[in-house]
């Protein structure tokens, strides 16, 4: 484990210049992740918006047949507000934020999407959602239980549906490099990041067939993050969907990634070893435990520090032997 940075982020969730820790045995991303830290540093920072938070677990549910679902899919709406009681009755910080219905024969799959506070809310959700069918079973006795979750959650795997509705916190950043920034510290130019970014990311991606996705790696930065941070690794699967996005703006290089499924906390399993909270108080993280900042800036820097990583990576492959002369300078001589 190293500290990268400083890594210059602003926007409404933090406004701050922050020293990031990443846990990997892959020795290159240190190098190459800072190096997308300093150039945009040297570009004024990484503008990052938290634009959604949400947490699933999906019920599977059973009915006689497809009325009886639809029956019961109606009437469930007309009683949200019970649903929205009984999901508070299970934790303090837990509240639905939405739900979602999708019906299969005569098979019922509802998502339940709560806030979870400063916690990634893995067990807060599964807790909500485990009263909500026993709920549920009492109202409807009609139906069936077939499984606390139908994977239409869908848990640390990848999905269609985590990068429409997303899972966790929906984060975008964005930072505008010159010309002469990406030439002095990138050792290449706007147009050849955007030209690969459409040919590989884009088309390269689309081929392979990817689900709701196109970048180089979002899921190495994120799990030196979630290991350094105390997250539950697996998240990365959800994680490594997400987009770069990259345009030439008058010799200035317009670069944003768009990160739907960011699943970070600051309390709960996992957070209370010493490093962990030493790296949570280095990352200002456990300033105030009731309002959901904490998490929601944690999850900020995790992105900002995808796309210190992806900017390097992307850069680097522009010029013909770079990435592999790098993986040897630094691996092969140990």
Known sequence: MRSIGPVRI?????????????ATYESPLWPSTNRGARVTSHAGGINTVVTDERMSRSILLEAKNAEASLAFTNE??????????VVAGTSRFGRLRGYHVELTANLIFLRLELCTGDA?????????????????LEQWPDLAYVSISGNFCTDKKVSAVNGILG???????????????????????PDRLVDLNIKKNLIGTALAGGVRSANAHFANMLLAFYLATGQDAANIIEGSQGFVHAENRDDVL?????????????VGVGKDSDVV???LEQLGCLVDRETGANARRLAAIAAA??????????????????????????????
């Not at 990634?120 to 549920?136: C, P, Q, S």
């Not at 850069?315 to 001589?333: F, S, W």
């Open 277 to 279: 909270q030493a790296n």
């Open 305 to 334: 520090t995808v796309l210190c990583g992806e900017l390097s990576l992307l850069a680097a492959q522009t010029n013909p032997g770079e990435l592999m002369k790098a993986h040897c300078d630094i691996e092969r001589a140990k």
């Open 120 to 136: 990634a809310g893995h067990n807060m959700v599964t807790l909500a959602a485990d009263r909500v069918m026993i709920w549920i």
């Open 10 to 22: 602003t926007g409404p969730v933090i406004d701050d210049d922050v020293m990031v820790p990443l």
């Open 254 to 266: 317009y670069f944003a990634v768009t990160i739907p499924n960011v699943i970070v906390g600051t």
């Open 76 to 85: 469930l709406e007309r009683r949200r507000s019970e649903l929205e009681a």
């Open 167 to 189: 899972r966790g916190k929906h984060v975008i950043c964005e930072s505008n490099i010159s010309t002469d920034l990406c030439a002095r510290f990138l050792k290449t130019t």
